[in-house]
Antibody
């Protein structure tokens, strides 16, 4: 069955960096666009970024544009989110999901705090 | 950016009774390919979101038929014909017609 497993979350100081990973299995990863969606504690869902199946096109929310980079390695069935210049407001659970949103990971918590 | 506005934000419902959630977009969600990429997600407490409905009215695999979606253009509705205890959670509409993709604020469904 389809599985998406995020990792790489943790506590980081403001201005720091983290790289999240999303390991995919159970489907042909290289043929699907992928997205990152985050949810701040007690808040709603916020779309973060999207990457096309071949990595040729990437899109970002204004709130992370220029600081976050979405990428993928189709040979490793893995999606990434490089997060730089982190701010307190980036604190959230980060979920990866397929393009259609039919499949979601459980999420990984990122806490930005001094 | 397309703003998605859901009403109500909270919906206390009696078990077995219907529930309805409205979602309005700030501009038409009709894509140039003719499709309308409006989806509904359910998030139960402590769980990741789950796709219920895609392209306005298509139920995803395994979703009970008491859930239905309707609408067109900028106005959309999710209906639950008879609420069950397992339906408690937060419901989100989302548009993927145009980047940036956006979500509604969420509607919390609770049992009276």
């Amino acid at each position: 069955q389809v599985q998406l497993v995020e990792s790489g979350g943790g506590v980081v100081q403001p201005g720091g960096s983290l790289r999240l990973s999303c390991a995919a299995s159970g489907f042909t990863f290289s043929t699907y666009g992928m997205r990152w969606v985050r949810q701040a504690p007690g808040k709603g869902l916020e779309w973060v970024a999207f990457i096309r199946y071949d990595g040729a096109n990437r899109y970002y929310a204004d709130s992370v544009n220029g600081r976050f980079t979405i990428s993928r390695d189709n040979s490793k069935n893995t999606l990434y989110l490089q997060m730089n210049s982190l701010r307190a407001e980036d604190t959230a659970v980060y979920h990866c999901a397929t393009e259609s949103m039919r499949n979601w990971g459980q999420g990984t918590l990122v806490t930005v705090s001094s | 950016d397309i703003v998605m506005t859901q009403t109500p934000l909270s919906s206390p419902v009696t078990l077995g009774q219907p529930a309805s959630i409205s979602c309005r977009s700030s501009q038409s969600l009709v894509h140039s390919d003719g499709n309308t990429y409006l989806s509904w997600l359910q998030q139960r407490p402590g769980q990741p979101p789950r796709l219920l409905i895609y392209k306005i009215s298509n139920r995803f695999s395994g979703v009970p038929d008491r859930f239905s979606g309707s609408g067109a253009g900028t106005d959309f509705t999710l209906k639950i014909s008879r609420v069950e205890a397992e339906d408690v959670g937060v419901y989100y509409c989302t548009q993927t017609t145009q980047f940036p993709h956006t979500f509604g604020q969420g509607t919390k469904l609770e049992i009276k």
